[in-house]
């Protein structure tokens, strides 16, 4: 009756009460024969159920073998006791036996979860040398531990700590997507599990193409893109997103748009993300035109005008000195809903204009109708702007004016404040 609880118990998983059950054969010698194939169920619960102590102890008493170590270094490991796994781990190398692939990838896996990503990438870089061969997992952690190094070190630009000998950053990201795909052995890197080339997960992919977006490699991220659905992996709205911020922020605007092109061939519906980044290739660009003929272009995809995006195709227009577009823009914006009406951001945007147009009575008067007629209140960044505007026109007298005003309207001078207050 006991075996067939137990053998009942293994098929749905409920390992704890495995555990239960093996408590009560030890207590009551002679209840069941514990053979082989009894303190090999019972070392499997206690690797699910990270019971390192308690599967060491049956190992002891079973017998010692390699699937059996494995398992227990496994049970150590979940539990967090790197010590004890390790040391196990060197008994199971004077026996002259080898860790499985699940070990090695769950050792990583725990270095991971506990910061260590170092170790699980030297980890990585052990495999071969310790005769065991990689499998999809196995490159999905190291993907994912090259990735992370890649945002903790974001200022260095993708330059990890020195941590292994065959790459760093986006790199090393790309080279061991390359190598899961590869029909023999890429240099540096492990044996792939039968010799057979691995196709990537959609997660694989993604990690790579986030981690050369956010290291500024444009053209690689839309390559891998392009992989990734040759491969017949699904990238939806967000990654597409992804790749054409990053070739927005390189100014990249017709590759931007051909990704767009790309979205409809597979309907994917474009959302505003999409319509940002389009627009802040125009501004990178200097296409103020462009931002205004994707601005009109929305409704044919569904989507209404916001705040957001009346924002970015002003800034486009300022920074190109196109004032008469950018008044155009907020004439739209004050007949728009709530979600398109003019912010702090928009007005401060249209003083730019004024100031580039060196045309500081008409800055100063947008600031008092800031106030007076818009009731938005001006920030710092609207009173320096004004400040600029008269400086660069030679009214230093009002530009102090408004430096010493700062305090009545609530606002604290920042440098820029103090900055343009020296040089006055």
């Given at each position: 009756?006991?075996?067939?609880?137990?053998?009942?118990?293994?098929?749905?998983?409920?390992?704890?009460?495995?555990?239960?059950?093996?408590?009560?054969?030890?207590?009551?010698?002679?209840?069941?024969?514990?053979?082989?194939?009894?303190?090999?169920?019972?070392?499997?619960?206690?690797?699910?159920?990270?019971?390192?102590?308690?599967?060491?102890?049956?190992?002891?008493?079973?017998?010692?073998?390699?699937?059996?170590?494995?398992?227990?270094?496994?049970?150590?490991?979940?539990?967090?006791?790197?010590?004890?796994?390790?040391?196990?781990?060197?008994?199971?190398?004077?026996?002259?036996?080898?860790?499985?692939?699940?070990?090695?990838?769950?050792?990583?896996?725990?270095?991971?979860?506990?910061?260590?990503?170092?170790?699980?990438?030297?980890?990585?870089?052990?495999?071969?040398?310790?005769?065991?061969?990689?499998?999809?997992?196995?490159?999905?952690?190291?993907?994912?531990?090259?990735a992370a190094l890649?945002?903790?070190?974001?200022?260095?630009?993708?330059?990890?700590?020195?941590?292994?000998d065959i790459g760093?950053?986006?790199?090393?990201?790309?080279?061991?997507?390359?190598?899961?795909?590869?029909?023999?052995?890429?240099?540096?890197?492990?044996?792939?599990?039968?010799?057979?080339?691995?196709?990537?997960?959609?997660?694989?992919?993604?990690?790579?193409?986030?981690?050369?977006?956010?290291?500024?490699?444009?053209?690689?991220?839309?390559?891998?893109?392009?992989?990734?659905?040759?491969?017949?992996?699904?990238?939806?709205?967000?990654?597409?997103?992804?790749?054409?911020?990053?070739?927005?922020?390189?100014?990249?605007?017709?590759?931007?748009?051909?990704?767009?092109?790309?979205?409809?061939?597979?309907?994917?519906?474009?959302?505003?993300?999409?319509?940002?980044?389009?627009?802040?290739?125009?501004?990178?660009?200097?296409?103020?035109?462009?931002?205004?003929?994707?601005?009109?272009?929305?409704?044919?995809?569904?989507?209404?005008?916001?705040t957001l995006t009346?924002?970015?195709?002003?800034?486009?227009?300022?920074?190109?000195?196109?004032?008469?577009?950018?008044?155009?823009?907020?004439?739209?914006?004050?007949?728009?809903?709530?979600?398109?009406?003019?912010?702090?951001?928009?007005?401060?945007?249209?003083?730019?204009?004024?100031?580039?147009?060196?045309?500081?009575?008409?800055?100063?008067?947008?600031?008092?109708?800031?106030?007076?007629?818009?009731?938005?209140?001006?920030?710092?960044?609207?009173?320096?702007?004004?400040?600029?505007?008269?400086?660069?026109?030679?009214?230093?007298?009002?530009?102090?004016?408004?430096?010493?005003?700062?305090?009545?309207?609530?606002?604290?001078?920042?440098?820029?404040?103090?900055?343009?207050?020296?040089?006055?």
């Open positions: 009756a006991y075996l067939a609880v137990g053998e009942a118990c293994a098929r749905p998983s409920r390992y704890a009460i495995i555990l239960n059950l093996y408590q009560r054969f030890v207590g009551e010698p002679g209840l069941v024969d514990l053979n082989a194939t009894i303190y090999d169920t019972v070392l499997y619960a206690c690797e699910r159920q990270a019971d390192g102590v308690l599967g060491e102890s049956i190992m002891r008493t079973a017998g010692e073998n390699a699937e059996r170590y494995n398992r227990v270094i496994r049970a150590r490991t979940k539990q967090l006791e790197i010590t004890d796994a390790v040391r196990l781990y060197r008994e199971l190398q004077q026996k002259g036996w080898k860790l499985e692939t699940s070990t090695i990838n769950l050792m990583m896996q725990v270095c991971f979860a506990i910061k260590q990503i170092d170790y699980s990438l030297r980890l990585f870089t052990a495999i071969d040398a310790l005769g065991i061969e990689a499998d999809e997992r196995t490159f999905t952690i190291a993907i994912r531990s090259a890649v945002s903790i070190n974001a200022p260095a630009k993708g330059g990890p700590r020195a941590s292994t760093k950053g986006w790199v090393l990201c790309l080279r061991l997507l390359n190598a899961m795909r590869s029909k023999e052995q890429a240099q540096g890197m492990p044996r792939i599990k039968g010799g057979l080339p691995i196709v990537p997960s959609s997660y694989c992919f993604t990690t790579v193409i986030k981690c050369l977006a956010s290291s500024g490699e444009a053209e690689k991220a839309e390559s891998v893109l392009g992989q990734m659905v040759k491969a017949g992996c699904v990238a939806d709205a967000g990654l597409y997103a992804i790749v054409m911020r990053a070739c927005a922020q390189r100014g990249r605007i017709d590759d931007a748009f051909r990704l767009l092109d790309q979205m409809k061939e597979r309907k994917i519906a474009p959302e505003i993300a999409h319509i940002a980044a389009l627009l802040l290739a125009c501004e990178r660009r200097g296409d103020p035109q462009r931002s205004i003929e994707i601005l009109d272009s929305m409704p044919t995809f569904n989507l209404k005008p916001t009346y924002n970015m195709a002003m800034s486009a227009c300022a920074k190109r000195g196109e004032l008469p577009l950018v008044e155009k823009l907020l004439a739209k914006m004050d007949l728009e809903s709530d979600e398109a009406k003019p912010d702090i951001v928009s007005l401060n945007t249209v003083l730019d204009a004024y100031k580039r147009a060196e045309k500081w009575e008409a800055c100063l008067e947008f600031l008092l109708k800031m106030e007076n007629e818009r009731r938005i209140k001006p920030d710092v960044v609207s009173v320096n702007t004004a400040i600029k505007a008269c400086k660069d026109n030679s009214q230093y007298e009002i530009a102090l004016q408004l430096f010493d005003g700062m305090g009545a309207r609530g606002l604290v001078p920042d440098s820029v404040s103090f900055t343009e207050a020296a040089i006055l």
